[in-house]
C-alpha cells in the first residue's frame, strides 16, 4: 500500500482531503433528499442528447477548472524559480497532466456538449441516430476521465509530457503505473469520442428535416460534419498508438525503444499523425459557432455560405498533411520539409476566408453586442495573431530557433483559447438559453470576458518575448541572469487574472439559475436556425411534427413569410428507452483499466469479462423504443404555450 497512495506533498493531502470532503457530501445529499433512485432514472440511465450534453458540459467545466489550476501551479512555480515552490518531478506530473486534460478531457467534452445540444435540434431531428451508443460514448468518456485524474492520488501521475514521447513513457524513464493511466484512460474516452464521431456523422447525414439539403445546412452543422470525418480517420491512429506503446510497458517489447531494434521516432510520427489533426478537430466547431453567432447578432444572412462550406472541408482534409511540422528539427530531410511546411502554409488560406467572410457579414450588419458577440470579436484579433505565428513556425528554417521554445507555448495557446476556447464560450452563452430556458447574467458575463481577455494578453504575450530570449519549455527553474523573471512574473499575474474570469463564470451560473431572465418564447435571440423554433428547454421529442425546410436559415424565412410552426393535430411519437447498460459497461470498462494499469491481470480481465456480458446483454435487448401517446404530446405543447 505504501506505493499505492501518493504521499510525501502537501498539495496531494489538500487534494485528498477535497475528495473526501466532495464525496462525503454528494453521497449525504443524494441520500438525505432521497434522491437516488431520480438520479438513476433521470441522468445515468438517459439517453436523451439533451441530458447527455448537459453532464459533457459539466465535466468539461471541471476539467477547465482542474486544468486551470495545474496551469496556475506552473505559472507560480515559474514566476518564482529559487522558492522550488514545486519539485521538479511534480512540475513534470503537472506539466503532462495539463496539456492532457485541457485537449482530452475539457476541449473534447466541452466540443461534445455543443453537438449533442444543438445538432438534433439545428437539423430537425428527435434524437442523435444511436441515441444507446450516444449514452455509451458519455460514460467512456467520463470513466476515462476518471481514471486519469485519480492518478493523482493513487499510483503517480504520468510525467513523460502530454504526448508521452518515448523513451520518456517507457519503463526504463517511466517505471511506475503513471504512465499506464495515462494510456487506459486515454484509450477508454478515445472509444467514446470515436463512437461519436461516428453517431454525429451518420445523424447529419441522415436524419435531417424534408427540404434540408445539404447546401442549405445551418454552418455550425457543416463544421460538426468536417470535424466527425476528421475523428473517424483519426482516432484509430491514437489508439493503434497506445496500444503498442502498453506492449512496450505491459510485454517488454521494444517497438519505439532503440537499443531493443525499436524506433522511437515512429512513435512521434504516429502521434502527430492524430494530435495535428486533433486541433482542427476542435477548432472546427469554434467555427461554425462563431458563423452562427455573427450572422445572428448581425441579422444578416452569413457572407459567402459556398466558400464557407468548402473551406472547412478543405480544412478537414489538409489536416491529414501537416503533422511533420511538429518535428523539423528531426533530421526528415529538406524535401519532406518543404513539402510540409508548404502544406502547413496552405492550411492558413481556407482560414483566412472564413475570418474575411464574418468580417463581411458584419459589414453593414445591425449589430448586437451580445456576451456570444463578444467572444465572437475577441476571437477574431486573437486568432490573427496565432495564425500569424503559425505561419512563422511553418518556415522550416525559422523553426529550428523557435522549436520547443516558449514562442511555441504562446503560438498555441493562443490558438486554442482564442480560437476554441472563446469559441466554445460563445456557443455556450448562446444556446445556454435554450437549453435551459434562461440567459446567463449579462453583467457579470461582461466582468469574466474582460477578465478572461485582459488576462489572456497579459499571460501570453510575454511568452513570446521569453521564446526569443531562449526560454524553453519544460523548464522548472532558472537561474535569475538569464533575464526570464520579470516577463515570467507578468505572464504569472495574466494566468490569475483568467483564473479569476473562471470564477466570475462560476458565480454567473450560479446567480443566473436563480435570478437569470427566463426565455418564455423558444427564440431569445430572433435566431436564424430551426433549434429557435422550438420552446425553451425542449421537451424530450425536441418537434411534435418535424419541420420542412425550403431554404438556408430556414426558421428566418419562416418567420419572414409569417409562418408559424402551430400543430393543429398530432401524432404519437417514436422515442428510445433509457438504458443501464451503457453506465454499467463503462464502469466495467474503467475496473479493466485499473486492473492493467497496475499489472493486476485478474482484475483487468474480470472487467473485459464484464464488458462482453454487457454486450450480451444489450444483444437481447429487443423492446428499446416506446410511443408518447398524441394525447400526452398535446398535452405537453399546451403546457408550452401557457408559457409553464
Not at 453532464?55 to 515559474?78: E, H, K, N, P, T
Request: aromatic share 18%.
Amino acid at each position: 500500500m505504501k506505493d499505492f497512495f501518493v504521499t510525501g506533498d502537501p498539495l496531494i493531502y489538500g487534494a485528498d482531503a477535497a475528495i473526501v470532503v466532495t464525496v462525503v457530501a454528494i453521497v449525504f445529499v443524494l441520500t438525505y433528499f432521497k434522491k437516488w433512485r431520480w438520479l438513476w432514472r433521470e441522468w445515468i440511465t438517459t439517453v436523451d442528447h439533451k441530458k447527455i450534453g448537459i453532464m459533457y458540459i459539466i465535466c468539461s467545466l471541471l476539467m477547465l477548472f482542474r486544468g486551470g489550476v495545474d496551469a496556475i501551479l506552473m505559472r507560480l512555480q515559474l514566476a518564482m524559480p529559487d522558492t522550488k515552490f514545486l519539485e521538479s518531478q511534480h512540475y513534470n506530473e503537472i506539466f503532462t497532466t495539463h496539456g492532457t486534460i485541457m485537449i482530452l478531457f475539457m476541449a473534447m467534452p466541452f466540443m461534445f456538449a455543443l453537438f449533442n445540444w444543438v445538432i438534433p435540434l439545428q437539423i430537425g431531428a428527435r434524437d442523435v441516430a444511436f441515441p444507446y451508443l450516444n449514452a455509451l460514448s458519455f460514460w467512456l468518456f467520463f470513466f476515462g476521465a476518471l481514471l486519469f485524474n485519480i492518478s493523482f492520488v493513487i499510483g503517480g501521475s504520468p510525467d513523460a509530457g502530454w504526448l508521452a514521447y518515448p523513451p520518456l513513457s517507457e519503463l526504463s524513464h517511466s517505471p511506475g503505473v503513471g504512465e499506464n493511466f495515462y494510456i487506459w484512460g486515454i484509450q477508454i474516452s478515445g472509444i467514446g469520442s470515436l463512437a461519436s464521431g461516428i453517431n454525429f456523422l451518420v445523424t447529419i447525414l441522415k436524419m435531417r428535416a424534408p427540404g434540408m439539403k445539404l447546401m442549405k445546412m445551418p454552418l455550425f452543422s457543416w463544421s460538426v460534419l468536417a470535424s466527425c470525418i476528421t475523428i473517424i480517420f483519426t482516432f484509430p491512429v491514437l489508439t493503434v498508438t497506445l496500444a503498442l506503446l502498453f506492449v512496450d510497458r505491459f510485454f517488454g517489447a521494444h517497438i519505439f525503444t532503440m537499443d531493443g531494434g525499436g524506433n522511437p521516432m515512429m512513435y512521434v510520427n504516429l502521434i502527430w499523425m492524430w494530435g495535428h489533426p486533433e486541433v482542427y478537430i476542435v477548432v472546427l466547431p469554434a467555427f461554425g459557432i462563431y458563423s452562427e453567432v455573427v450572422s445572428t447578432f448581425s441579422k444578416k444572412k452569413i457572407f459567402g455560405y459556398t466558400s464557407m462550406v468548402f473551406s472547412m472541408m478543405i480544412i478537414s482534409v489538409l489536416s491529414y498533411f501537416t503533422w511533420v511540422h511538429h518535428f523539423f528539427t528531426m533530421g526528415a530531410g529538406a524535401d519532406v520539409n518543404a513539402f510540409f511546411a508548404i502544406t502547413t502554409m496552405a492550411i492558413g488560406i481556407p482560414t483566412g476566408v472564413k475570418v474575411f467572410n464574418w468580417l463581411f457579414t458584419m459589414f453593414r450588419g445591425r449589430i448586437r453586442m451580445t456576451q456570444p458577440m463578444l467572444w465572437t470579436l475577441a476571437f477574431v484579433p486573437c486568432f490573427l495573431v496565432g495564425g500569424a505565428t503559425g505561419v512563422m513556425l511553418a518556415v522550416a528554417p525559422a523553426d529550428y530557433q523557435y522549436h520547443n521554445s516558449y514562442f511555441l507555448i504562446a503560438h498555441f495557446h493562443q490558438t486554442l483559447i482564442g480560437g476554441v476556447v472563446f469559441g466554445y464560450l460563445a456557443g455556450l452563452y448562446y444556446w445556454w438559453p435554450k437549453i435551459f430556458g434562461f440567459k446567463l447574467n449579462d453583467r457579470l458575463g461582461k466582468w469574466a470576458f474582460w477578465l478572461w481577455n485582459i488576462g489572456f494578453y497579459v499571460c501570453f504575450m510575454p511568452q513570446y518575448a521569453l521564446g526569443f530570449m531562449g526560454m524553453t519549455r519544460r523548464v522548472y527553474t532558472y537561474g535569475w541572469d538569464m533575464g526570464w523573471a520579470p516577463y515570467n512574473l507578468v505572464s504569472t499575474v495574466g494566468a490569475f487574472l483568467m483564473g479569476i474570469g473562471f470564477v466570475v463564470q462560476g458565480w454567473q451560473i450560479i446567480y443566473s439559475i436563480k435570478r437569470g431572465e427566463r426565455d418564455l418564447t423558444g427564440d431569445p435571440w430572433n435566431g436564424r436556425t430551426l433549434e429557435w423554433s422550438i420552446p425553451s428547454p425542449p421537451p424530450v421529442y425536441n418537434f411534435a411534427k418535424i419541420p420542412e425546410v425550403s431554404g438556408q436559415d430556414a426558421w428566418w424565412e419562416m418567420k419572414k413569410k409569417g409562418i408559424k410552426p402551430t400543430v393543429t393535430s398530432y401524432e404519437a411519437i417514436h422515442m428510445p428507452k433509457n438504458s443501464g447498460i451503457p453506465f454499467l459497461m463503462s464502469v466495467c470498462w474503467f475496473i479493466a483499466g485499473f486492473g492493467l494499469t497496475f499489472h493486476w491481470i485478474w482484475i483487468g480481465l474480470a472487467g473485459l469479462a464484464g464488458v462482453g456480458i454487457c454486450l450480451l446483454a444489450r444483444s437481447f435487448q429487443y423492446k428499446t423504443e416506446y410511443y408518447i401517446p398524441a394525447k400526452e404530446v398535446s398535452r405537453i405543447e399546451a403546457m408550452y404555450r401557457r408559457g409553464a
